[in-house]
């Protein structure tokens, strides 16, 4: 007979994003996993199967919660509402060495399929937000929302390079600008 699990996959998932956000995709453990979650690295095993399909479960995982994250934002329309989706997906930071780490999960979204997937499933979840809430532009919405989103994101890089100020301040001044600018293009 099996043994009836006292920690659900879904807490086990919950542990391991935290432990694989902190210590990057290069230098997490399935022991470090196991320690915070309670359990044994071989239940983590039995359970996920492997490493890899533990990370990608955990962002599967993860993409639901953003999902609630986004439907949960008010529905207001307008530059200021644009603003407000990406400043709650901006760590409010001036730590450089936490955030450069985020960027090797980037790596990993552009060379594992399944991680790839879940990453253009995010970004598709991200755009549509940001599309419902945009301002009228000259331009079709889904394109303004990729075009904002690519904005933001260069926005996080300058700010690893420039390190200027608090991170959620560096992007906020940059979306900010965008948005006057495509406004003006009306």
């Known amino acids: 007979m099996a043994r009836r699990k006292t920690i ?3 807490a086990v998932l919950d542990a391991a994003l935290g432990v694989m956000i902190a210590k990057g995709p290069n ?8 320690a915070v979650a309670g359990i044994s690295p071989a239940t ?9 399909r533990l990370a990608v479960a955990v962002f599967a995982r993860d993409n639901q919660g953003f999902e609630r994250t986004l439907a949960a934002l008010p529905a207001a329309v307008g530059a200021a509402a644009v603003i407000a989706v990406f400043r709650l997906l901006t760590p409010d930071t001036v730590d450089i060495d936490r955030f450069a780490d985020q960027l090797l999960w980037l790596r990993q979204d552009m060379r594992d399929p399944d991680l790839n997937q879940l990453a253009r499933e995010r970004f598709t979840l991200l755009r549509a937000a940001v599309a419902a809430r945009l301002p009228p532009l000259p331009m079709a919405p889904e394109l303004a929302a990729r075009l904002v989103e690519a904005q933001w994101q260069g926005a996080l890089n300058q700010w690893g390079i420039e390190r200027q100020g608090r991170l959620v301040d560096y992007v906020t001044e940059s979306l900010a600008a965008w948005m006057i600018l495509a406004q003006r293009a009306l």
């Open 27 to 34: 230098d997490y453990t399935l022991a470090d996993i196991a």
């Open 44 to 52: 983590l095993l039995q359970r996920f199967g492997d490493k890899r």
């Open 8 to 10: 659900s996959d879904e």
